[in-house]
Nanobody, 117 residues
Framework: QAQLVESGGGLVQPGGSLELSCRAS???????????LAWYRQAPGKERELVAR???????EFIDSVNGRFSVSRDNSKKTVYLQLNDLKPDDTAVYYC????????WGRGTQVTVSS
């Protein structure tokens, strides 16, 4: 079945930027390109939350706390979805995951984003 592999996380100072990538394997192009995809995050002691989504028509939505700072894009030919994180804040510290909307794929391992001075 499909496998999602996230990458690009790291330690960054407040105000910094990162670009996360999520590549889907074992998924045919037509299936990937037709899916609504999203980035989720889970901070320590908190529930996993949807942060940003991009639909098959490339319409995007964001939660209020990241709107204007994060952007999401997709490259269907590479079966990859990206999350650009700008002006990072300590509250953005979390493990970031990608998946479909609604979730219908096994969760990957995620990528850790730590925002700290």
């Amino acid at each position: 079945q499909a496998q999602l592999v996230e990458s690009g996380g790291g330690l960054v100072q407040p105000g910094g930027s990162l670009e996360l990538s999520c590549r889907a394997s074992r998924m045919i192009y037509s299936a990937f390109s037709s899916e609504s995809l999203a980035w989720y995050r889970q901070a320590p002691g908190k529930e996993r939350e949807l942060v940003a989504r991009i639909d098959s028509d490339r319409k995007t939505e964001f939660i209020d706390s990241v709107n204007g700072r994060f952007s999401v894009s997709r490259d269907n030919s590479k079966k990859t979805v990206y999350l650009q994180l700008n002006d990072l804040k300590p509250d953005d510290t979390a493990v970031y995951y990608c998946n479909t909307v609604p979730v219908n794929k096994p969760w990957g391992r995620g990528t850790q984003v730590t925002v700290s001075s």
